[in-house]
Every structure is written in structure tokens, then in C-alpha cells.
């Protein structure tokens, strides 16, 4: 089956600063790659999300890179703020399969 | 609108006691996943429901563990005789169904078993 595995598993940055959050996925047929943010007491909440026929995909400061070849994507917040804090899962779905598989989470601090 | 609603909250019961968890999705979702998250790891999926069916259900972690869907609507996710190690948090998913459909979460069930 797919596994899915994010790096790193915490990141503390500068408020201002860049955010880099990476996933690598093994199972060459997944096609969408979602990305979550989950603050604490809530359930995850998708913050962008990126298909296999795309290679990047921006929404104002957060973008996601996708290399097919080397079966990775990352996620990139620029201008962090303190509300930025909380902890990212990156996820992969192979097409018809109800179920995505997800990365064990980094959590981030931005400090102000 | 209306998102995912899960109930209850928290749950706290004694080891070796049946509880049920409840999952109202969002109006019109045909697909609706259950995940587990224990503290400070990812989501373990469960099980994913099309409409009442349940094609994959592959991530019941024991035969303690089933999961309903009536109407299209709301799932019941049940533990039979829990053991400590069930102690997390149970979250629902619903989506419009088909593949890339974004899933929306709920805020989860908290459960301890004591």
C-alpha cells in the first residue's frame, strides 16, 4: 500500500520567515496530494491541494511543488505569521480509492 | 453552512465497555471516512463508506471495531469491549465522492478508556 512519510516533524521559524514542509509517497499511481493544517482541539482543514498533472500550485503565501519523477512534494508558506502556528499533514490518494494516506504531521512555531 | 458534526466531544469509559461514535456529515456528501489519531501522530485510517456501503474497511484495527452507515447520512462508528489502547481521537471525514473530492473533517470524538 502507499506510505507517505513528512519531514520535518518539527520546524520553528521566525515570524516573517519561509516555511518549508516536504513529503515523499511511494506508490507511483497516487494523483492527489492535499495539504492540511489541524490546530489544536480541531480536526484538519484542508489549506491546498495539488494534482498529479500540475507541478505547482500557489494560493497567496502558501504554494505546493509536486516532482512525479522523484515521488515528493512540499509545501511552502512564505511571510509566516504567528497564526501559521499549528501542525501540517501532507496526504496521498491514488485514483478510486475512497482513502488517503497521510504523513505524520510536522508542527509549526512561528515565533513573533 | 452546516460542516461535519461529531458527537460526543469527549468520552470518557471504563475498560471492557461498548461506546458508539456518531458522525452527522455534510448534506449531500456521498463519502464519509473514519480516521484515528492518537497523540501527536497522523490519521490512521479506519474505514471509508459510498453512500450505506463500505468498500474498504481494511483499517478496522479488530473485529472490536464496525462501523454503520443508514440513509447516506449519519455513521455510527462502534468498540466493543475497549481497551486502553483505543484511547484516542476518533475523526469523520465527509466528501462529495469521486476521486480528488476534498475531505472536510470534523472536530473529532476524544476518547479515554480508563
Known amino acids: 500500500g502507499e506510505n507517505v512519510e513528512q519531514h520535518p516533524s518539527t520546524l520553528s521559524v521566525q515570524e516573517g520567515d519561509s516555511a518549508v514542509i516536504k513529503c515523499t509517497y511511494s506508490d507511483s499511481a497516487s494523483n492527489y496530494f492535499p495539504w492540511y493544517k489541524q490546530e489544536l482541539g480541531k480536526g484538519p482543514q484542508l489549506i491546498i491541494d495539488i494534482r498529479s498533472n500540475v507541478g505547482e500550485k500557489k494560493d497567496q503565501r502558501i504554494a505546493v511543488t509536486l516532482n512525479k519523477t522523484a515521488k515528493h512534494f512540499s509545501l511552502h508558506i512564505t511571510e509566516t505569521q504567528p497564526e501559521d502556528s499549528a501542525v501540517y499533514f501532507c496526504a496521498a490518494k491514488r485514483p478510486n480509492a475512497g482513502k488517503s494516506t497521510f504523513g505524520d504531521g510536522t508542527t509549526l512555531t512561528v515565533k513573533p | ?114
Open chain 2, 1 to 114: 453552512g452546516a460542516g461535519v458534526s461529531q458527537s460526543p466531544s469527549n468520552k470518557v469509559t471504563e475498560k471492557g465497555k461498548d461506546v458508539e461514535l456518531r458522525c452527522d456529515p455534510i448534506s449531500g456528501h456521498t463519502a464519509l471516512y473514519w480516521y484515528r489519531q492518537s497523540l501527536g501522530q497522523g490519521l490512521e485510517f479506519l474505514i471509508y463508506f459510498q453512500g450505506n456501503s463500505a468498500p474498504d474497511k481494511s483499517g478496522l484495527p479488530s473485529d472490536r471495531f464496525s462501523a454503520e452507515r443508514t440513509g447516506g447520512s449519519v455513521s455510527t462508528l462502534t468498540i466493543q469491549r475497549t481497551q486502553q489502547e483505543d484511547s484516542a481521537v476518533y475523526l469523520c471525514a465527509s466528501s462529495l465522492g469521486g476521486d480528488s473530492a476534498t475531505q472536510h473533517f470534523g472536530d473529532g470524538t476524544r476518547l479515554s478508556i480508563l
